[in-house]
């Protein structure tokens, strides 16, 4: 769907209108998209509880690659399955260079002529099956050839993907081996959602389990499943802050929890001492049970990943889009969360790992 860089009064980076005016253009070849996306994609909000966006976008079902088989969090990169250094060079948006934290400013941002110029930058590649506009890969190291496990360094450029944008609209996703990844080489998903109702951006109901002026890490309460929310208000704590992400995601790695990830922009929950004129940077994290094999893109599955526990769900026909309510998506959604006992013990592992990191 078309998007307003000046909606809800945002300011529209560099970053923003290079990254939206490059996928315009390499996603109108036809010869390296799988479908062109609808220019006004069918959308709307269930009445409910929690504000839930259904689209219809069926080439989405129909018309991507083939996902892989995972069959283990443990996996390692394999260079027989489909994997990102195999893709068209027309595919490419841009390479970013390892961005500085404390500025992100644009000039990482490059346009190789092949990814074997520069194979230790990271790009970002469209999606030739897009779901949303702008929606793209993020591939950390690209040539480096690493499994979907996420890095210190992963988790940086992302969180600095999100700094460079002036957008509240950018979106960015992960999603664990075992918990619907489609590749096993390391990527997120990158896009814009046109919405000001997306509840979770502003779902307040939390309880606090660390906090102080500049990062607060709380525990979701009555979203659809149990989930964290790690929350950045000063930059000047952005390696703490990703010191407190990776010992999380390195935590549910070893206990071989699987786990999504959504990363945005919102409102802050508290008032602190730090003068917060902006957006804060919002982390959702979401334990979850595995999901062994392929992704299902047959019958009436509905895959429960990264955008749909974030309250996003592209839908396959017309019939679903006009006959689904709240309830019948919540309930998909609670049979994926993870065990309350095994919530509340991980719930523990996490608080006291991050309580014994210096700040």
Known sequence: SKIDLDLHHDLPTQFDHRFCDRWKDVSMNASVM???????????????????????????????RKPAHIHSMNEEFCDTQFNFNEINSDEIIFSISELDSSECTNDGIQLPDSIEDESYRSFILVNISPLEFGHSLFVPQLGERLPQRLTQRSLREAIN???????????IGWNSLCALASVNHLHFHIYYLQSVTQTLISWNLTESLF???????????????????????????????????????????????????????????????VSCTKSVIRVYLFPRQPAYGAKSFNGDTTNIACCELSGHFPLKDDAMYENVIEDDLV?????????????????????????????
């Open 34 to 64: 799988r479908y062109q996306l609808p220019e006004d994609l069918k959308s709307k909000v269930l009445p409910g509880e929690f504000g839930l966006i259904v689209q219809v976008n069926p080439l989405r079902f129909s018309s991507r």
């Open 211 to 273: 906090v102080n002026d500049k990062i607060q890490f709380y525990k979701l309460i009555n979203w659809m499943i149990p989930g964290f929310l790690f929350i950045l208000y000063d930059l000047s704590m952005l390696t703490n802050f990703i010191d407190i992400l990776y010992q999380s995601v390195s935590t549910m790695q070893s206990l071989e929890i699987p786990h999504n990830m959504y990363i945005s922009r919102g409102p802050p929950i508290l008032q602190t001492s």
């Open 161 to 171: 993907l999100v700094l460079l944008s002036g957008s509240s609209c950018l979106r």
């Open 331 to 359: 309930e998909l959604v609670r049979n994926v969360g993870l065990q309350s006992n095994k919530f509340n013990s991980l719930t523990t592992d996490l608080v006291q790992k991050i309580k014994s990191l210096k700040f």
